[in-house]
Structures are given as structure tokens and as C-alpha cells.
């Protein structure tokens, strides 16, 4: 697959506007996507052009956080976000440029930065991962606010550090209010939700019937089926828009310390392509954000699921309150 992939982008960056493209040339990436995610499609990318790219893993908001500190003698080209709210933290504090314009049109506006400064290259959705064989579907909340009643009491798993949880958790504050999100987060600890470090974790309990659902994004559980077909374990989308179904976005931007503007705007054009858009979504199941390219078929269409949908731009300025809320509330991770 990735070699068939492989080609189409090759002959996809022959067509483009050749610039720079010498092999000694190198682009330093700050990712906060795990290597097994996003590597792959990197390793295409020095493949078919010749340009390197030296990659530092680490979480979202750790590698935002050590960006801003780092200042003018940051090493990084660009950063890759798992939250938006990571990258809009580097918005907001001046730390990234505006992006190639014809790069940026490729994406929705509605998935992008409103002045450019980063665009979205994949979406994953909230969900609920429910075990079927201790889980009627029938029984599932209509609203994510109803996991904090007595019914759910010790069935739910949840990871208070994960980054999309608390992407998902600000979206909530800044729609329902703090004092509304401060009372389900404390019911969540008085329901003795479960706590995990991370959606892998949550989706691995769900299959071994640990607890019989779990709020995670929805690739992780399909994932996991695709390399074990009898895992038990289905994704539930809550209905009606509700923000238990938040579609989140991965995203990308170009650091005001980035050497060679041109080569790093070449990376998320590239990453952009309808070549690498199918690799979000065939391999990692993730919902493809170009216009015109399709979703894998193991996937359910957006407009037929009732994603709930926010202005990310607001989730980079929230998010230290929302940890702070997490905290209040006792909801302490794995």
C-alpha cells in the first residue's frame, strides 16, 4: 500500500514548483503525533523529494510548551499538533507564520486558522467504545452528560491527561460554561469513572471487559479491530451534534524560526495531498480534511453521524483553565 502511495506522490511533487530541493537540505519537525502515526508518511516525504526531516517526538502541549520557552533559538521548522489546542497556544503567543495561501485553500476554512497561521491535515471524533457483549446499544446516553448518572456508575473509562480529552473538555467549557463542565467532571469522580493514560489503554480495557465503555477518539477502537477482527469492542457516536461527538483536528504550522520558509510550506502542501490525505485514512483511520478526498469505507461519513463541530481557534487560550478544572475536580490520570 505505502509504496503505491509512494508513487502517486512522487509524480504529485514532480508537478509541483521545484524549490531548493538539494539532499543535503533539512526540515526540523516538533511533532506531537507518535511516530508510529506519522512517521510513515515522513519517510515518504524525504523519499520523493530528497529533504530530510529530523523529527523530536513528544506530547502536544510538552513540545508547545518548550517551543514558547525556547523562543527565537528553537531549533523546530514547524510543529504537528494532535490538539488544536496546542497549536493555537503557539498562534496566540506570535510563534508561528502564515502558511503558503494556496497550500492553506486546500483545507475548508472551517478546519484552518483564520489568518493562515495553521491548517488541519486529518480529523478524529469523540466517541463512545462500548463492549457489545456487556453493553446493550439501546442503552447508550443520548448526551455525554449522562455518563454521570447512577446507571454508569463505575462503567465508564476516561484519560484526564490526554490531550483530546482536554481539547474536548475546553470545547465544552467555552459551549456549556466552567461551572457546568466543573459539575460533570466531579460527577465523573463520584461515579467512580476509570482513569487511563491514554485512548489505547481505555480501548484495550473495553476488549477485555475491564469497564463496558470508554470516551476516546474513534480511530483508536477501529484500529484495534483491524488487527484483531474479533475484539469486541464497537464505536458509538452520540447523536444530534452533541460535544461528546467533538470532531478534533490534527494540525500543522510553520514556526517564526523556520530556516527555509519555502521548504517547510513544500512539507504541508505534501501533507496536504490527496496521496497522503488517503494515508490518514486508510492506514490510520482517520477523517481525510482536503476537499475532494474521500474517507476510507471503514469509516462512516461525517454528514451522516452529527459530529459536533467548534471555532478551534478558542481552544488555544483555554486549555491551562481547563487542566485547572480537571484538577479541581479530583479527576486525576493514570
Not at 93 to 108: E, S, T
Not at 184 to 194: D, F, H, I, M, S
Not at 246 to 258: D, F, H, K, P, R
Request: proline content about 5%; aromatic content about 8%.
Amino acid at each position: 500500500m505505502r509504496r503505491s502511495v509512494l508513487a502517486v506522490i512522487a509524480t504529485v511533487l514532480g508537478l509541483m514548483t521545484v524549490c531548493c530541493s538539494g539532499g543535503d537540505e533539512t526540515l526540523t519537525v516538533y511533532s506531537g503525533r507518535t511516530e508510529n502515526l506519522i512517521g510513515p508518511i515522513l519517510e515518504d516525504f524525504t523519499e520523493a523529494t530528497g529533504i530530510e526531516v529530523e523529527v523530536r517526538y513528544g506530547k502536544s502541549a510538552d513540545l508547545a510548551l518548550l517551543i514558547h520557552e525556547e523562543g527565537d533559538r528553537s531549533p523546530a521548522d514547524l510543529f504537528i499538533s494532535q490538539s488544536p489546542g496546542a497549536i493555537g497556544f503557539l498562534a496566540g503567543g506570535g510563534r508561528l507564520r502564515p502558511i503558503d495561501h494556496d497550500a492553506l485553500q486546500a483545507v475548508p476554512g472551517e478546519f484552518r486558522n483564520a489568518g493562515g497561521l495553521w491548517v488541519g491535515m486529518s480529523g478524529r471524533v469523540r466517541v463512545i467504545v462500548y463492549n457489545r457483549d456487556l453493553v446493550n446499544p439501546s442503552e447508550l446516553p443520548a448526551s455525554v452528560f449522562e455518563l454521570t448518572e447512577e446507571r454508569f456508575r463505575g462503567k465508564v473509562g476516561v484519560a484526564p491527561a490526554n490531550s483530546s480529552f482536554q481539547d474536548f473538555v475546553t470545547a465544552m467549557r467555552e459551549i456549556h460554561g466552567a461551572e457546568t463542565t466543573l459539575e460533570w467532571l466531579e460527577g465523573l469522580v463520584t461515579n467512580e469513572a476509570r482513569t487511563y493514560a491514554n485512548n489505547t489503554a481505555i480501548v484495550q480495557a473495553v476488549g477485555r471487559g475491564d469497564v463496558p465503555i470508554g470516551l476516546v477518539n474513534h480511530y483508536y477502537n477501529l484500529r484495534a479491530k483491524a488487527e484483531d477482527p474479533t475484539t469486541p469492542s464497537e464505536n458509538y457516536f452520540f447523536p444530534d451534534g452533541d460535544i461528546g461527538s467533538l470532531l478534533i483536528v490534527t494540525a500543522i504550522g510553520v514556526l517564526t524560526t523556520v530556516d527555509n520558509p519555502d521548504l517547510a510550506d513544500r512539507l504541508v502542501e505534501f501533507m496536504l495531498s490527496e496521496p497522503a490525505q488517503r494515508f490518514y485514512s486508510e492506514q490510520t483511520f482517520e477523517y481525510p480534511l482536503s476537499s475532494g478526498v474521500e474517507p476510507s469505507s471503514a469509516l462512516p461519513p461525517l454528514a451522516g453521524i452529527e459530529v459536533a463541530t467548534y471555532d478551534f481557534d478558542r481552544l488555544g487560550g483555554g486549555l491551562e483553565r481547563t487542566k485547572e478544572l480537571i484538577d479541581e475536580s479530583g479527576l486525576e490520570g493514570s
